[in-house]
């Protein structure tokens, strides 16, 4: 039954495709780090080349799906270091990784991330080794209104980040929401809030938005600083640089359940780590936040979306190497990738391509080691950018951002859309407002919308169909049960557990 | 010089030829305008003829491909209307979905007269597929279920509202009588692959797609195909599937894949790309890419393509107001 596998380690442990995987490590991780170039333009710079280089199928895929996994890796680098999220599923890791870096824990959280990050790929790879064309028949069952059903679940989950200050929180997800509808209505073909632009038929871009809320609102607050001279270098001198065995083991727990959140959240199409990383996050800190840190630097906070986000990235794969369908933006260029190649992935791929499906998956067990043996050592070196004066430093990622979104579109629309953004972002932000659930809201906006129209569609308007499979019930009950047990827990747990004390 | 040398062989090749009377290698840089991101079928399109072009020996100099995604292919349309006219080195790949387009109006202020068309190199088939334990055997069976209850059977396709897989299957509902057509409950889905998974999951009756999406999931014994919008059936291994047509539907809506380029070329201009399509189609290494991609033979150039086009466009056109009325 494992064939392909044993054959694909054959493929992957030939030298050049081990220095494909190494490559496609190292650069993945640069192009996640960098603000604005992420995965999707990584694979996109690199696809072209591969081919161009003449580099069979396997060899291609494998320098393609390292770069995938690293960057995810890589993600989380500027979302510690600068409370700049390098790509989409990095959001959720500025929440409790900035606060660690300003705590002079730069260097521990960058090998707390890698470690999360490792364990969460690692149990993801099993599953889609283990289970793909199983998991391939859950993917089926989703349906719109199964997947309406999981929106709202990932809305309520949300409630858990209200901590603070619930109705901002509220008004931010209500915000992006509102911003995911701009575009071509696919409904209807109508056209939102574009102002007759064509440049934003097809909507607003999810870089575009990330790099503008995050990227350009952080470079505003400094030039503030810098006007009414303040104390910039706020950020604590760097301590420690490696991660210790007993916070590693204090998050063991986050760790897996959210490798497993992760990886099941990947598999279905159209989701994908951003997606992954929120559940994860909020979950753990429904579960294990007794004293209220999660935001202000708790390394569980750190590790969950860690965890999550590389374990969606591998669980993406299920459905684009069984169904041919792309989980995540960056799987729907790796499948135009295969394509280039004359691989037509879907059902008969495992039967047909045992050598193609065997060399990757084996490539992401072996990438996947040498991203953490490559991120554990580099944890010290990276954290030291921080010693860079943040004058040079922000306006540097700043000019990186700018080329980015750039060379994505190829249109100076981007970029003003971008500093539009930038400076709402900015305005946001003075009035208290956290950007995490503007940009959920954005992201599960667009699918939930989107989903509840199919589902009323098919119904003829009948509301009853988002109540009638199991799954759905399930979803809803489990999206009930995220908003009100806290509310009682809370409760009982003052009865039962006076002494409750972090560990 | 690569530009001599290539006239020289073509005359040789062919003793007289239109070439020799004047066709002329580009003098602009060779750059291919894919209107999508890397990974979508135009980019496939651009990618693989590139690649074609130096196998079917019409240039050993590289063709670029520049990506330039939006507004399904507006953006490169308007691009090439607006600032490439007479650029002798461009092309821009091209399908249906163009076609569809231009009938709908949706390219602002432009029409198909804008740009110069200049050929196809195959052609993927519409198919009308349903999974593979549904009780719907045939086409007049579909229709009939249609024509006692409209919203009896639901649909699902890969392409947008009035997008081709739409307007495909309510051209054939509309042919075979059904109506009205506008109440057809027709759903869309990011890729064909999603609208499939639909079906598959018994959240949707029946896809409509493009056989070369198709025929993995028949070939897993997951769909059943009811129809292919072909003239007549395809080549093996499929030829066991049945047409529209003989089914008593004259619908056909071949997917093209092909070219355009700027407005204002001259004649030798135009003459040097046809003649490279041409060649590339007749290419082993592209007949290889058409085979394992599941694309059909579909080979049009020149004026008739433009004929072609004129009547593709127009069939479009109807239908979409069919349902806009």
């Known amino acids: 039954m494992f064939d392909f596998l044993i054959q694909g380690f054959g493929v992957a442990l030939t030298p050049l495709n081990l220095g494909l995987a190494f490559l496609g490590a190292l650069l993945g991780t640069l192009f996640g780090a960098l603000p604005g170039i992420g995965p999707i333009n990584g694979i996109a710079i690199l696809m072209p080349l591969a081919y161009t280089l003449g580099l069979p199928a396997e060899s291609a895929l494998i320098l393609l799906a390292g770069i995938y996994t690293g960057s995810e890796y890589g993600g989380r680098m500027s979302s510690i270091l600068l409370n700049v999220p390098g790509d989409a599923g990095a959001v959720m890791t500025t929440l409790d990784g900035?606060?660690?870096?300003?705590?002079?824990?730069?260097?521990?959280?960058?090998?707390?991330?890698?470690?999360?990050?490792?364990?969460?790929?690692?149990?993801?790879?099993?599953?889609?080794?283990?289970?793909?064309?199983?998991?391939?028949?859950?993917?089926?069952?989703?349906?719109?209104?199964?997947?309406?059903?999981?929106?709202?679940?990932?809305?309520?989950?949300?409630?858990?980040?209200?901590?603070?200050?619930?109705?901002?929180?509220?008004?931010?997800?209500?915000?992006?929401?509102?911003?995911?509808?701009?575009?071509?209505?696919?409904?209807?073909?109508?056209?939102?809030?574009?102002?007759?632009?064509?440049?934003?038929?097809?909507?607003?871009?999810?870089?575009?938005?990330?790099?503008?809320?995050?990227?350009?609102?952080?470079?505003?607050?400094?030039?503030?600083?810098?006007?009414?001279?303040?104390?910039?270098?706020?950020?604590?001198?760097?301590?420690?640089?490696?991660?210790?065995?007993?916070?590693?083991?204090?998050?063991?727990?986050?760790?897996?359940?959210?490798?497993?959140?992760?990886?099941?959240?990947?598999?279905?199409?159209?989701?994908?780590a951003s997606v992954a990383s929120a559940v994860a996050y909020t979950t753990e800190k429904r579960i294990s936040d007794h004293d209220n840190s999660f935001g202000t630097g708790n390394m569980r906070g750190l590790a969950a979306p860690e965890a999550a986000n590389n374990a969606s990235a591998a669980g993406s794969f299920v459905p684009m190497l069984t169904l041919g369908i792309p989980g995540s933006g960056t799987t729907a260029i790796l499948l135009?990738?295969?394509?280039?190649?004359?691989?037509?992935?879907?059902?008969?791929?495992?039967?047909?391509?045992?050598?193609?499906?065997?060399?990757?998956?084996?490539?992401?067990?072996?990438?996947?080691?040498?991203?953490?043996?490559?991120?554990?050592?580099?944890?010290?070196?990276?954290?030291?950018?921080?010693?860079?004066?943040?004058?040079?430093?922000?306006?540097?990622?700043?000019?990186?951002?700018?080329?980015?979104?750039?060379?994505?579109?190829?249109?100076?629309?981007?970029?003003?859309?971008?500093?539009?953004?930038?400076?709402?972002?900015?305005?946001?932000?003075?009035?208290?407002?956290?950007?995490?659930?503007?940009?959920?809201?954005?992201?599960?906006?667009?699918?939930?919308?989107?989903?509840?129209?199919?589902?009323?569609?098919?119904?003829?308007?009948?509301?009853?169909?988002?109540?009638?499979?199991?799954?759905?019930?399930?979803?809803?009950?489990?999206?009930?049960?995220v908003v009100l047990v806290p509310m009682f827990a809370g409760k009982l747990k003052a009865k039962f557990l006076p002494a409750a004390k972090p560990s | 010089m690569p530009a001599t040398r290539w006239s020289a062989a073509a005359c040789l090749a062919v003793f007289v030829s239109p070439w020799c009377l004047g066709a002329e290698f580009p003098q602009n840089r060779l750059e291919c305008l894919a209107p999508a991101d890397p990974g979508g079928g135009w980019d496939f399109t651009c990618r693989q003829f590139a690649a074609s072009l130096r196998a079917a020996g019409v240039t050993d100099q590289s063709m670029q491909t520049i990506n330039m995604a939006g507004a399904a292919g507006g953006v490169a349309f308007a691009h090439v209307v607006s600032k490439r006219q007479g650029n002798d080195g461009t092309v821009v790949a091209a399908s249906s979905s163009n076609a569809t387009r231009l009938a709908q109006d949706q390219y602002p202020g432009m029409s198909a007269e804008d740009v110069t068309w200049l050929g196809t190199l195959g052609a993927d088939y519409a198919v009308i597929a349903v999974r593979e334990d549904s009780p719907i055997a045939s086409l007049p069976q579909l229709l009939d279920m249609l024509k006692s209850d409209v919203k009896s059977v639901k649909f699902a396709g890969g392409s947008g509202v009035l997008g081709w897989d739409q307007i495909n299957l309510l051209r054939v509902l509309s042919q075979g009588g059904l109506e009205p057509i506008r109440d057809v409950v027709y759903l869309d889905f990011n890729n064909g692959a999603s609208a499939i998974t639909q079906v598959l999951g018994g959240h949707l009756d029946v896809v409509v797609g493009d056989i070369s999406e198709v025929n993995a999931f028949r070939e897993a014994g997951q769909l059943r195909v009811l129809a292919v919008l072909s003239d007549e059936r395809l080549p093996a291994p499929l030829e066991n599937l049945p047409t529209a047509k003989e089914q008593g539907i004259d619908v056909v809506a071949p997917n093209w894949r092909g070219f355009y380029a700027p407005a204002g070329l001259s004649d030798a201009d135009k003459r040097f790309w046809i003649d490279a399509i041409d060649r590339v189609y007749a290419s082993d290494h592209w007949q290889e890419i058409m085979q394992r991609n599941g694309l059909m033979p579909f080979h049009v150039t020149g004026q008739a393509f433009e004929t072609f086009l004129d009547d593709q466009i127009d069939a479009l056109r109807q239908t979409t107001r069919l349902i806009q009325q």
């Open chain 1, 98 to 272: 900035h606060p660690l870096a300003k705590k002079g824990l730069a260097g521990p959280a960058l090998g707390l991330s890698a470690v999360s990050s490792f364990i969460g790929a690692s149990v993801a790879i099993l599953g889609l080794t283990l289970f793909a064309p199983l998991l391939a028949i859950v993917a089926v069952k989703f349906g719109p209104a199964e997947f309406f059903a999981l929106m709202i679940f990932a809305f309520a989950s949300m409630s858990a980040m209200m901590g603070k200050d619930p109705l901002k929180t509220l008004i931010g997800a209500v915000l992006g929401v509102l911003i995911s509808t701009v575009g071509v209505d696919s409904g209807t073909g109508v056209l939102r809030f574009t102002f007759d632009m064509p440049e934003l038929y097809d909507g607003i871009d999810f870089v575009v938005m990330i790099i503008g809320l995050f990227a350009v609102s952080e470079i505003l607050l400094m030039l503030e600083h810098a006007f009414r001279h303040d104390q910039d270098g706020e950020m604590a001198p760097i301590g420690r640089v490696m991660v210790k065995m007993s916070e590693v083991l204090y998050c063991k727990w986050a760790i897996l359940r959210s490798s497993v959140i992760g990886f099941v959240i990947g598999v279905l199409p159209g989701t994908g």
């Open chain 1, 336 to 481: 135009g990738a295969l394509m280039l190649y004359n691989i037509n992935p879907g059902p008969m791929m495992f039967r047909e391509q045992p050598m193609v499906v065997g060399g990757l998956i084996a490539s992401l067990y072996i990438g996947n080691v040498m991203l953490l043996l490559l991120n554990l050592p580099l944890a010290g070196v990276f954290a030291r950018v921080l010693q860079v004066p943040r004058w040079l430093l922000v306006p540097s990622v700043a000019i990186l951002a700018f080329v980015g979104v750039y060379q994505l579109h190829s249109d100076l629309m981007a970029i003003y859309l971008m500093l539009a953004i930038g400076v709402f972002g900015y305005l946001l932000r003075k009035f208290g407002f956290s950007l995490a659930p503007v940009v959920l809201g954005f992201v599960l906006g667009g699918l939930m919308e989107e989903n509840l129209r199919r589902a009323l569609s098919i119904s003829g308007g009948d509301v009853g169909i988002l109540f009638q499979s199991n799954l759905s019930i399930g979803l809803w009950i489990a999206a009930a049960l």
